[in-house]
């Protein structure tokens, strides 16, 4: 069952994206305890939901106390979230890693084109100091998918990271981009560095994770962009939303509007009323972002988050604007808004 369901999720597309979701949110109620336990609890009838609508999402919270993972999955890692300094960090367990590589590379492919168009130049170094993070995880894996030995993750060394561009931009038959994936605080310090990228703007995407994780002081994200794009010499900023409960990635290319990947699925509930959801066409309306994650098929598709978000004008797009007060910081993309 699980392995046909993976099969799935990777041939999926929006024809067909509720009808799978429910058909896993039949084998998650079954399968996933924590779930399981929250289902009965809320006296939900598993017969009753027939449509995506009526679906429950599990609070994250759950991440923190709960092993989510089906019963007879076997993980293989636990990712773990960043959290504040003695926080109480959640926990993923994945049972099947080469599936996440899969998913997650199909997914930037699908966003950027092929892995090997690309020098990988990753500055996170808040994420690379802690050993279990998703995100470290998947870039290794697009480095090493890149075929590139300048793919590689560097610490926030600006004098170090200037000779490595200066290599790049000397490299004249070189046709591959860069794309520079980063932390906002160590992305921003380069940008103010003083160094010419003017050379390489038709090569370079730059892509923040978001967040200063306390090193810098918060940016409202228009402020942030305009800084980052007078430094680069560049248009467009991009971004990434994804975080430790999360197998599938949400980029945007400008402004902050994420387009969500073909396994995932945003649904905003309302503010004061986790139950109740806001329509598709409230594009104004700020609410609290639920993800329908189908690659999340060996612990729990439907996550309620402690993200704010709105809806975009185009469909399956989406913003994200900040967090409920007395959320803990953490994760991907973490600005002020």
Request: include cysteine.
């Amino acid at each position: 069952m699980i392995e046909s369901l993976k099969k799935e999720v990777l041939l999926a597309n929006r024809a067909n994206f509720d009808q799978l979701a429910l058909k896993i949110f039949r084998f998650q109620s079954e399968n996933c305890q924590p779930y399981f336990e929250f289902l009965n609890h809320l006296s939900i009838n598993i017969d009753s939901i027939n449509s995506v609508d009526k679906i429950p999402f599990l609070p994250i919270s759950f991440f923190k106390t709960q092993i989510v993972l089906g019963k007879n999955s076997l993980a293989e890692t636990a990712f773990e979230s960043s959290g504040t300094t003695g926080s109480n960090t959640s926990r993923h367990y994945v049972s099947d890693l080469a599936y996440y590589e899969e998913i997650s590379l199909k997914i930037f492919e699908n966003s950027y084109g092929s892995i090997e168009n690309y020098h990988i130049i990753a500055m996170l170094p808040s994420y690379t100091e802690r050993g279990n993070s998703s995100l470290v995880y998947m870039i290794s894996n697009f480095i090493a998918k890149s075929k590139s030995a300048q793919s590689g993750f560097y610490k926030a060394d600006i004098e170090g990271i200037i000779q490595l561009f200066n290599q790049l931009k000397s490299d004249k038959n070189n046709r591959k981009k860069i794309l520079l994936w980063g932390v906002t605080f160590a992305v921003l310090e380069l940008a103010e560095s003083g160094y010419d990228f003017s050379d390489l703007k038709d090569r370079l995407i730059v892509l923040e994770t978001g967040g200063m994780k306390g090193r810098k002081k918060e940016l409202i994200r228009e402020e942030l962009y305009e800084r980052l794009k007078s430094g680069f010499s560049l248009n467009e900023i991009h971004s990434e939303y994804g975080m430790t409960e999360l197998l599938s990635q949400a980029y945007s290319f400008d402004g902050g509007l994420f387009h969500s990947p073909y396994s995932m699925k945003i649904v905003l509930r309302e503010i004061n009323d986790p139950f109740a959801f806001l329509s598709q066409n409230s594009v104004k309306k700020t609410g609290g972002i639920n993800v329908i994650d189908l690659a999340n098929i060996e612990s729990c598709s439907f996550i309620e988050t402690n993200d704010l978000g709105q809806y975009g004008e185009e469909e399956n797009t989406f913003k994200v604007l900040g967090r409920f007060d007395n959320s803990d910081v953490r994760g991907c993309n973490l600005l002020q808004f």
